[in-house]
């Protein structure tokens, strides 16, 4: 089944203790993406990745980290989680067909709510 | 560079009756257009795109959008509300020339009245 999973789905943490949030996805998508969902503001893009080992910050990238080493992982790293970081989570995926404007659908994984205590 | 803005955070029909959501897009280029859906506690799914072929779009669950160049608008409809519609409703542009490949609205939730 093609799908993107998310790890873990539920998180509480405190402030400073570095944490992952894990993406795969396994339909072979070049193009991967973190959003954040706040009351209110919507989906607001984090980071993406064009491909393996391109990265590129989103609208909102200040306090957060990725790599993308393999084509099916895009894991998602908080160094020192604030509260202000407290939100929804969504990892997608994507087939590019190489063209800068994207025309194929995006799959979400199920979401990570993560509160910073 | 791209920009959507979904005209209404909130929406109200009764059951049964039509359902319109309202998008309009900034875009200096042919851009792709879409519409995706959150029910509660979910993740989002496609409802329909546009990718410069035919400007009506129709899509799952019986909804459709068209695709308005003059306007700068892609508005979301559907002629009769069902109960299970109740969901958050996001509308998606890309364009070449973005900063990001991909731009959210910020949502319409709609809420379907017995």
């Known amino acids: 089944e093609a799908q993107v999973t998310q790890n873990p789905r539920y998180l509480i943490t405190v402030t400073g203790k570095k944490l992952t949030v894990t993406c795969s996805q396994n339909m072979n998508h070049e193009y991967m993406s973190w959003y954040r969902q706040d009351p209110g503001l919507g989906l607001r893009q984090i980071y993406y990745s064009m491909n393996v080992e391109v990265t590129d910050k989103g609208d909102v990238p200040e306090g957060y980290k990725v790599s993308r080493k393999e084509k099916r992982n895009f894991p998602l790293i908080l160094e020192s989680p604030s509260p202000n970081q407290t939100s929804l989570y969504f990892c997608a995926s994507s087939s590019t067909s190489g063209s800068l404007i994207f025309t194929d659908t995006q799959y979400f994984g199920p979401g990570t709510r993560l509160t910073v205590l | 560079a791209q920009s959507v803005t979904q005209l209404d955070s909130h929406v109200s029909v009764s059951e049964g009756t039509p359902v319109l959501l309202r998008c309009n897009y900034s875009?200096?280029?042919?851009?792709?257009l879409f519409w995706y859906v959150q029910h509660p506690n979910k993740g989002l799914q496609l409802l329909l795109k546009y990718t410069s072929a035919a400007t009506l779009v129709k899509g799952i669950n019986g909804f459709e959008a068209e695709f308005k160049k003059s306007e700068t608008s892609f508005h979301l409809t559907k002629p009769s509300a069902h109960m299970s519609d109740a969901a958050e409703y996001f509308c998606?542009?890309?364009?070449?020339?973005?900063?990001?490949?991909?731009?959210f609205g910020k949502g319409t939730r709609l809420s379907v009245i017995a």
């Open positions: 875009s200096s280029y042919s851009p792709s």
């Open positions: 998606v542009v890309s364009e070449a020339s973005g900063n990001t490949p991909l731009v």
